[in-house]
């Protein structure tokens, strides 16, 4: 049974940092690409970043770019999403997600194309 548990969210200024992980198990990690979402109330779920697990290509949102960096530790079914200079507007729930048909274009990052959840963490910036 495929599970993700996102780990590592909480509350902080402006400017600061937080790294999330995310705990993957019940399949190989490998054969499947993941990425991070965030969805803030009254708006839609968005793609923040996302890699493939077999060569490590990564995309990312316009919004993150420079700012968040994505990474993994395959042998510990491990994703990461590293965020820095934090903005208010970072704020949301954070999701990581599984894509069993990874290798795609994740141009932009479609949470559509991602089939398995966990059931996020909060990041909550404040000024």
């Known amino acids: 049974q495929v599970q993700l548990v996102e780990s590592g969210g909480g509350s902080v200024q402006a400017g600061g940092s937080l790294r999330l992980s995310c705990a993957a198990s019940?399949?190989?990690?490998?054969?499947?690409?993941m990425g991070w979402f965030r969805q803030a109330p009254g708006k839609e779920r968005e793609g923040v970043a996302a890699?493939?697990?077999?060569?490590?290509?990564?995309y990312y949102s316009d919004s993150v770019k420079g700012r968040f960096t994505i990474s993994q530790d395959n042998a510990k079914n491990t994703l990461y999403l590293q965020m820095n200079s934090l903005k208010v507007e970072d704020t949301a729930m954070y999701y990581c997600?599984?894509?069993?048909?990874?290798?795609?274009?994740?141009?932009?990052?479609?949470?559509?194309?991602?089939?398995?959840w966990g059931k996020g963490t909060q990041v909550t910036v404040s000024s």
């Open positions: 890699i493939y697990t077999s060569g490590g290509r990564t």
């Open positions: 019940g399949y190989t990690y490998s054969s499947y690409a």
């Open positions: 997600a599984a894509d069993p048909n990874g290798g795609r274009w994740y141009r932009p990052i479609n949470p559509n194309d991602f089939g398995y």
